[in-house]
T-cell receptor, first 114, second 116 residues
């Protein structure tokens, strides 16, 4: 069964607008971690933001924020004030309670339009 | 900190040849992961090590693939013999597994393998 589901293969956003990339996850563990990574066309995987399952507040890192809805098992990434350099693939991932196993989604390709 | 180091960055080889990919994790990290990324299959976990011990190799496609981690600062992924369908980008990632912290994975730049 898919642990991480990203239902948007591709997204477009106008420069300076905000965009939400969807991610839902599946686990019965009470303790887990959720991550978002960015992969630009150059290929490297860049860690963006982390949300722990016990964190009370939504994580924020600069223009990135994570809309964590635990009951709905969703961990959507919100990028505010999109920039051309935000055009990339974005991957949602979950770390299980052992801390060892990571599960990645299939990714969402974001294109920022000038 | 140098980050995760992978070599070579690009490898072009002929079918049937042996290929060895190398990875140096971030110093102090105790978990290491090998991934393969293709357009068709996305990002696949091949194997991961914890404290140099292979924990889960269920993602290794077949016996042609093998991975070792002889010490905390070095790992190899070997394909013998290589086939055209092995062409992909291979990523190594490391993390620090322990109490506290996020345990996020830090990825290397990847090795782009082309098997002709």
């Amino acid at each position: 069964a898919q642990k991480i589901t990203q239902t948007q293969p591709g997204m477009f956003v106008q420069e300076k607008e905000a965009v939400t990339l969807d991610c839902t996850y599946d686990t019965s563990d009470p303790s887990y971690g959720l991550f978002w990574y960015k992969q630009p066309s150059s290929g490297e995987m860049i860690f963006l933001i982390y949300q722990g399952s016990y964190d009370q507040q939504n994580a924020t890192e600069g223009r990135y924020s994570l809309n964590f809805q635990k009951a709905r098992k969703s961990a959507n990434l919100v990028i505010s004030a999109s920039q051309l350099g935000d055009s990339a693939m974005y991957f949602c991932a979950m770390r299980d309670n052992t801390g060892n196993q990571f599960y990645f989604g299939t990714g969402t390709s974001l294109t920022v339009i000038p | 900190d140098a980050g995760v180091i992978q070599s070579p960055r690009h490898e072009v080889t002929e079918m049937g040849q042996e290929v060895t990919l190398r990875c140096k994790p971030i110093s102090g990290h105790n978990s290491l992961f090998w991934y393969r990324q293709t357009m068709m299959r996305g990002l696949e976990l091949l194997i991961y090590f914890n404290n140099n011990v292979p924990i889960d190799d269920s993602g290794m496609p077949e016996d042609r693939f093998s991975a070792k981690m002889p010490n905390a600062s070095f790992s190899t992924l070997k394909i013998q013999p290589s086939e055209p369908r092995d062409s992909a980008v291979y990523f190594c990632a490391s993390s620090s597994l322990g109490a506290g912290g996020h345990n996020e994975q830090f990825f290397g730049p990847g090795t782009r393998l082309t098997v002709l």
